[in-house]
């Protein structure tokens, strides 16, 4: 493997101290760009995002541009505002679950993390993917991989309650390049949106986990490449848990049983935000402009695009 700071370049897009003093919120002169849907009108996904669970990413709230972008490529985007059940799940051809939290940690990041979804929601989830529904897990830096913890490890998933950064460059955001194997081939980043395939993506900070069993992953951290697991969020000292996550996901593709399942260790690089400085952040930034395609070609793989 190739020497982290070739293998995951780290870009000056924000420092902790500006992750921190600045709130991020959508940017609403973020218009997408949509030239030629890969869906035709009518013939879309129905793609429900949850919001039953103190989401910090919603339909019409920092994930507005997320359901925008995929309305552009005719999709139908829909909140699901009930608790996770059959008749929830099965309105749903793709099931959207990002930065999920338990009711006591709304306001307070800090150890215990409470889990977001009881026993009886995450069998109806289990149940409904095993038989062939179409999940998109997306989960940020700690504590929202905390509140997911007993839900991913259903399926294998194992997160790091934490926050993925580069050692000694803590808190810039990651590029993930095809050219230095850390954005791995797959039918989601080989087949080309808008006549060029996904070569480069970028990442804010986020969180690292492994996947138990048959999974492709998408994108693979490098050397150097740390785990940092305090007990209040953004809170690092000497002593804060350090883990390396060389080899570590922070995307990954899977089937499970029938059904589909895409992770993510990272929520903003689908989305348009900017800082109260107003630096962008995700889809609306130069360095993030191919972001937008991951996104369409994970939702057509999760709806089978690839055939299979």
């Not at 490529?73 to 909140?79: A, G, I």
């Not at 399926?155 to 950064?165: D, E, P, T, V």
């Not at 050219?179 to 480069?200: E, K």
């Not at 935000?273 to 889809?283: E, K, L, V």
């Amino acid at each position: 493997m190739k020497p982290c700071r070739l293998a995951v370049h780290t870009l000056l897009i924000f420092t902790c101290a500006i992750a921190v003093a600045s709130a991020q919120h959508v940017d609403d002169r973020y218009v997408p760009t949509v030239h030629d849907p890969v869906f035709p009108e009518g013939g879309g996904p129905v793609v429900v995002i949850d919001e039953a669970h103190n989401n910090y990413h919603t339909m019409e709230g920092r994930y507005r541009p997320f359901a925008e972008f995929l309305r552009a490529h005719n999709c139908t985007v829909l909140p699901a505002i009930q608790p996770c059940s059959n008749t929830t799940l099965d309105a749903a051809d793709i099931f959207v679950i990002a930065n999920a939290l338990g009711e006591r940690n709304v306001d307070d990041w800090s150890l215990p993390v409470d889990n977001a979804f009881d026993i009886e929601e995450i069998d109806a989830i289990v149940r409904w993917v095993r038989e062939g529904g179409a999940l998109f897990l997306i989960t940020d830096h700690m504590p929202f991989p905390g509140a997911i913890d007993v839900l991913a490890k259903r399926f294998g998933i194992h997160y790091s309650n934490g926050f993925a950064f580069y050692a000694g460059r803590e808190g810039r955001g990651l590029m993930f390049t095809r050219g230095y194997d850390n954005l791995r081939s797959h039918w989601i980043t080989d087949t080309p949106v808008n006549s060029y395939r996904v070569d480069s993506v970028v990442s804010y900070t986020g969180s690292a986990f492994t996947i138990e069993g048959e999974h492709d992953g998408l994108l693979v951290f490098g050397a150097g490449m740390i785990s940092i697991e305090p007990e209040v969020s953004w809170e690092f000292h000497d002593n804060t848990r350090r883990t390396g996550i060389e080899g570590w996901r922070q995307g990954a593709a899977m089937h499970y049983g029938k059904g589909r399942i895409v992770v993510f260790g990272e929520a903003g690089m689908f989305t348009a935000q900017r800082t109260d400085r107003g630096i962008p952040i995700g889809m609306n930034a130069q360095e993030g402009e191919r972001n937008a395609a991951l996104l369409v070609n994970i939702i057509r793989w999760l709806a089978g695009g690839d055939g299979l």
